[in-house]
């Protein structure tokens, strides 16, 4: 199963969820959000970056030309999108993507067509609160094109063992406070991700 680390805000958290076996790491571009990051900071931690790690920039309710712009400003791979109003238009965007599912329920779920999708569960600020999803929502439901997020940490993992889930997304759960990464936390995350 795939790892991201999401709420990047500097180099040492970056190389530390490296160290502990990420594939990942997110960098949040929504300005309202405690884990913000300028893009050009963004694109100073991406420069000292080993070669295979994936970046993923996160954007809440923004038009293509933002997105776009912060991708090549900050060097993002791909665009996690959240878009609560057709703010992006998903059929002329240049970057890369992966949309964001807010689930409310199980028919949201179910009512799922993308070929890849991150599902969270549904937060008024948007998300990186720890919220859970109810894992019963995806029982009978094909999770391997699916990235779980929300609420996860390295204790309730094991939970995921029934569903073959193509990834997972952290943020809170490997945090020692809002926008500074635990390393411990990021390691226990990955071994028991690795344990399931
Ligand atoms: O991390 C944030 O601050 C954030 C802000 C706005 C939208 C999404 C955000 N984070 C994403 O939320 C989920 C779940 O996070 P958590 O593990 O429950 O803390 C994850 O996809 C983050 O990328």
Redesign the pocket.
Known sequence: MKVKI??ITNLEDALDAIDAGADAL?F?F?DK???YIDPFEARKIVDKLPPFIQTIG?F?NEPNSFINQVCINAKMQTA?I?DDDTFTDFKTLDSRYIKVLRAKSKADIEKVEDNYV?V?AFVE???????RLALEWFKDIDCSKMIL????NADNLKELSDFNFYGV?????VEAHKGKKDKQKMINFIKAVNEI
């Open positions: 999401c709420g997110g949040v929504y959000s405690p884990r996160l809440v996690q959240i991150l969270d600020s948007f998300g990186g609160e720890g919220k997020a929300g609420g996860l997304d952290v943020s809170s759960g």
